[in-house]
């Protein structure tokens, strides 16, 4: 079975700071991997999307990620953030059956000034 | 904009009553999802239709059904509706297997 464990349930950092956000998964196959990112009073939108192709995955707003098989795991990271990074960020892995999404608690990222 | 739109963006009902939320998918995307977001709970997974079927179940109760009708858009309806029924309500659409496109939400307040 599938599983998503969001290691930071808040992460704060400076303007200007670089961003991770961890994210290990468990997966009895080779599995997609996504971040979605959710602003305050907003819907959900997707970041980035991993499927075995490069195991570093670019996404929007200068956030990639890096799938690495050995460590079971698919961090977040951005050179610098920015105020309007903050946001909740979750990880989610897809099942291995009926298409549905296995999804982590979220991180939630403030941005200090 | 993600293209899925979801009516109404906001509902305030009291207990024991009965609610239906909407929701269509983008052009094209013949999955639905549903999940809920409350602040206990986190983000839950309730249901997924793939045209027109039940496709899968998630932390869904009996209380709640939901139906994909053919032109692929989707209802949530919700009944004997209690406090700790107050979230937002997602829905996602889909074209390929796993990446999902959000609505904007529903958010629902029982009193």
């Known amino acids: 079975a599938q599983s998503v464990t969001q290691l930071d349930s808040h992460v704060s950092v400076s303007e200007g700071t670089p961003v991770l956000l961890r994210c290990n998964y468990s997966s009895s196959y080779s599995p997609s991997l996504f971040w979605y990112v959710q602003h305050p009073n907003k819907g959900l939108q997707l970041l980035l999307k991993y499927t075995s192709a490069a195991t570093l995955v670019k996404g929007i707003n200068g956030f990639e990620a890096e799938f690495k098989k050995s460590e079971t795991s698919f961090h977040l990271t951005k050179p610098s953030a920015h105020m309007s990074d903050a946001a909740e960020y979750f990880c989610v892995v897809s099942s291995d059956s009926n298409y549905q999404l296995i999804w982590g608690a979220g991180t939630k990222l403030i941005i200090k000034p | 904009d993600s293209g899925v739109t979801q009516t109404p963006k906001h509902l305030i009902t009291a207990t024991g009553q009965r609610v239906t939320l909407r929701c269509s998918p983008r052009s094209g995307d013949l999955s639905v999802y549903w999940y809920q977001q409350s602040l206990d709970q986190g983000l839950q997974f309730l249901i997924q239709y793939y045209n027109g079927e039940e496709r899968a179940k998630g932390n869904i109760l009996e209380r709640f059904s939901a139906q994909q009708f053919p032109d692929l858009h989707s209802e949530l309806n919700l009944s004997s509706l209690e406090l700790g029924d107050s979230a937002l309500y997602f829905c996602?659409?889909?074209?390929?297997?796993?990446?999902?496109?959000f609505g904007p939400g529903t958010r629902l307040t029982v009193l």
């Open positions: 996602a659409s889909s074209v390929v297997a796993d990446e999902q496109f």
